[in-house]
Structures are given as C-alpha cells and as structure tokens.
C-alpha cells in the first residue's frame, strides 16, 4: 500500500539535499482561483461553471544561471455542477472535492529584476474530501467518492508567469497554469476516478532568505 507520509520524508530529503548546495533559496506563498473539469459520461453535462479556490507555499531554488527548482505545497478546493439525464432519471450534482497537492517543476526565467517565467514537472496528490450531494427524482443522497475511488493522484503541471522584485529581498509573482491528472492509485481503490484537469490563475510574494 502507498505510504504518503514516506512519500513526503523523501521529498524533504531530496529537498534538503538540494537547499545545501543552491545558489539561492526563495521562500513564499500563493494564493489564487481555478477552474476545473473532468470527463463526463455523454448523458451528463456541466450546470454552470466549476470555480475554485488554491492556497499555498512556494519556494524557489537557484540552480544555475536562469534555471530554478520551485517546490510547491498547494490546498486545492473545486465545486462541480452537473446535470445527469440517464433513461428516464434526471438528476443534479453538486461536488466537492479538496487534495493536497506536492508539485516539483523546474523552472526556466528570461530577465533578473522584472522577469518571465515558464516551469513544468510532475506533482503528487492526496484527496482530502471528495463527495457529491445527488438529487435524483426529488430524493437526496450524498457519496463520499473517497470511500470508492483511489486518493492518490499522479500528475503534471505546465505554467508561465511573470515576476517583479518589489525590493532586494522581495519578489512579486502572477501566474498561470496548466494541470493533469495521469493515473490514481492508493487506499480505498475499487475504479479509477474520472480524469482530473484544472487551469489556476494566482498570485504571492517569494522571499529571499540566501
């Protein structure tokens, strides 16, 4: 069975291996809104937009010149709305899902002080809650998808951004980006959940602390 504790004692690890010989190191934080979307069976369809929030820390490891690692630990929470017409049962969905979310992209910059950025890398994922409140013919019922599907997700991310030194030690951040689930795995396993994708837009301050 998956150990996600493990899981993150080697993440620190590995981290800490690599804060002890980068040439700078940048901690912060992020905060912002997403939108998300999953596979829907062709019965089923989207009831209004399914809107957002994340929350999180950033960091940001110099490794060379122009290329950083930016270690991340981001609280995602997504609502869906979905509208089912399966035979003759037509049911609404209101869904709630929450994860922790531990992502590793490497990032490439063109400029110092007021820069661009692009980043890519894979993040691992743990669902916190996940359920649906179904009304269906007027009766209601809630699932805990969490007692059905896999919580852990494996995936990647792709962004670009744009960063401005507010002062020496002080840097100012707005990005976007791109996200993927690739497979699920892990406790409570009996199917797969559908496929997961979320586009975020978000802000945060990077501080320098070497």
Known sequence: MFNFKKCVLTVVFV???????SQQI?????AGGNYSLF????YNKYDGPSLGYTVGMSGQLRLMDHFFLSPEINFDYRVYRVK??????????????????IATPLKYTIGSKKAFYGYAGPYLAYSL?????????????????NDIYARYQFGYLIGLGYTHQLSGK???????NYSGSLFFFGEGEKD????SKAIRLRTGLLFTIR
């Open 84 to 101: 089912s017409s399966y035979l003759d049962a037509v049911s609404n969905s209101d869904e709630r899902t929450s994860f922790l979310q």
């Open 39 to 42: 596979s829907l069976p062709e």
């Open 15 to 21: 981290m800490g291996f690599v804060i002890a010989f």
């Open 26 to 30: 940048q901690f912060g934080f992020n």
């Open 170 to 176: 002080v840097n100012l951040f707005l990005d976007a």
């Open 129 to 145: 809650i996940s359920y649906s409140h179904w009304t269906v013919n007027e009766l209601n019922k809630k699932i805990d998808f």
């Open 192 to 195: 797969d959940r559908n496929s």
